[in-house]
């Protein structure tokens, strides 16, 4: 496989001595392709954010995707907050990762195998029962994805017609139907373009089946001066503190071939 | 060396040691013995566990676990389906009501559900199509469960592979 090559500009040794380390323990997961790079050409590069843009200019390529390491990133895609974070760090990577691998087109190009389509060739399709609405809810117009920092949540399993048997889908509803996701986050977990991944919220959106909520605004504390209250979780042992890990996953996932 | 789990569960005749034959790397050990329920057309019929084995480049092992099906062994779900990965529900759509079946496994495994990444598999919709899936994830929506439901064949590897990926993908997204 490939290697994708990551840049670092103007941080401090420390820093760049973290992100070493953080390489070295993600590489042991197979899907982890990038590596660190001090000659270009660079994939990508994580710039100090007080670096002058004539000291990595020289080494940004065509392609190269640049971030800017600093105090506050405020939510844009080109910025990361400190102190670095090993999940955003990531998350990030993997964004940069689906556009130069995948070029925007769908990672799998096949469906299901045997398509559980309930009709063949030109028989008509079953007909299905209308999907239940509840009586009291007043039917506001569908919110957008793109309207600020959002996370997304599926509140029921979407039909078989949205899905299209698309492995992709499948995967991108069952991560949202997991807990509430942003939709970097939801590009980062499924590996999916986010042009994709953003059109597949719109329909479930239109469909009625994620509840959507505005994530509070960066330095939003309470009343009291106190940070927001984290989305609740499930009151059992994480998956971590049950040996469960990224390695774990992507060693089950190659055991069975899934890509 | 760890051990990991991966429990199937579903209605006799839902096809669990199906399932298990499909991915296993080894046969499927099986505990059935004659089926004595007139009702259900199958000669044999699961009252132990079938057991299937995948062994990662590791050697860690995936133990997977097919419960008997039939409610009057539900004592021993939540004992089996402790510190599991996953669980996948089977359903047989050809079934009398098989809504009412995917209820008896959500509430024998209630308590396990609440974290546990759960898929729900449903048989034989070629010939049986209706209910159709969207009902039984109305039935989920209504019992407070948002659960990935996939028709599948468990005859068919892929498909219960796909059952597999999709616990692997609530597995990742309870990690980030």
Do not use: Y
């Given at each position: 496989m490939e290697l994708l090559k990551l840049g670092l500009v103007g941080l401090p040794p420390a820093e760049a001595s973290l992100i070493a380390t953080l390489f070295r323990l993600h590489k042991v997961e197979p899907s982890f392709i990038w590596t660190l790079a001090t000659m270009p050409p660079f994939d990508a590069l994580l710039v100090d954010a007080e670096c002058e843009e004539a000291l990595f200019l020289p080494l940004k390529g065509a392609g190269t995707r640049v971030a800017r390491l600093g105090a506050d990133a405020n939510g844009a895609s080109d910025r990361l907050s400190r102190p670095i974070r090993s999940d955003l760090l990531v998350r990030w990577l993997n964004a940069i990762e689906v556009e130069i691998l995948?070029?925007?087109?769908?990672?799998?190009?096949?469906?299901?195998?045997?398509?559980?389509?309930?009709?063949?060739?030109?028989?008509?399709?079953?007909?299905?029962?209308?999907?239940?609405?509840?009586?009291?809810?007043?039917?506001?117009?569908?919110?957008?994805?793109?309207?600020?920092?959002?996370?997304?949540?599926?509140?029921?399993?979407?039909?078989?017609?949205?899905?299209?048997?698309?492995?992709?889908?499948?995967?991108?509803?069952?991560?949202?139907?997991?807990?509430?996701?942003?939709?970097?986050?939801?590009?980062?977990?499924?590996?999916?373009?986010?042009?994709?991944?953003?059109?597949?919220?719109?329909?479930?959106?239109?469909?009625?089946?994620?509840?959507?909520?505005?994530?509070?605004?960066?330095?939003g504390a309470g009343a009291l001066g106190r940070s927001p209250a984290a989305p609740s979780r499930p009151a059992v042992a994480p998956p971590k503190a049950r040996g469960v890990g990224a390695s774990l996953i992507a060693s089950i996932r190659k055991r069975f071939g899934i890509g | 060396m760890k051990e990991h789990k991966i429990i199937i569960t579903g209605t006799m005749g839902a096809g669990k040691t199906t399932a298990i034959a499909a991915v296993s790397e080894i046969p499927p050990i099986v505990t059935d013995v004659t089926n004595n329920d007139t009702s259900v057309d199958k000669a044999m019929t699961t009252v132990g566990f079938d057991y299937g084995l995948l062994t990662l480049e590791n050697g860690d092992r995936i133990r997977l676990f097919g419960t008997p099906g039939q409610a009057r062994f539900r004592f021993v779900w939540s004992v089996v389906a402790k510190g599991a990965l996953g669980l996948v529900i089977l359903i047989d759509n050809s079934r009398p009501d098989p809504v009412d079946d995917l209820k008896v496994y959500l509430e024998g495994f209630a308590s396990e559900l609440a974290s546990l990444p759960c898929v729900v598999g449903v048989g034989r919709t070629e010939t049986h199509p209706e209910p159709g899936l969207d009902v039984m994830a109305q039935a989920l929506e209504d019992m407070g469960h948002v659960f990935p439901v996939l028709p599948v064949d468990v005859r068919q590897r892929d498909d219960v592979v796909l059952l597999v990926d999709v616990l692997l993908s609530q597995l990742e997204a309870d990690l980030s």
């Open positions: 995948h070029g925007g087109q769908d990672q799998f190009s096949s469906t299901l195998s045997t398509s559980k389509a309930s009709h063949k060739g030109d028989e008509p399709m079953q007909t299905r029962p209308p999907p239940v609405t509840r009586p009291a809810e007043v039917l506001a117009p569908a919110p957008t994805v793109a309207t600020g920092a959002r996370t997304f949540k599926l509140r029921r399993w979407p039909s078989q017609e949205l899905l299209k048997g698309d492995v992709n889908r499948i995967r991108m509803a069952t991560l949202l139907s997991r807990r509430p996701l942003q939709v970097a986050e939801l590009v980062s977990l499924s590996r999916v373009p986010e042009s994709r991944c953003v059109a597949f919220v719109d329909a479930l959106l239109n469909a009625r089946l994620v509840d959507s909520t505005d994530l509070p605004a960066p330095n | -």
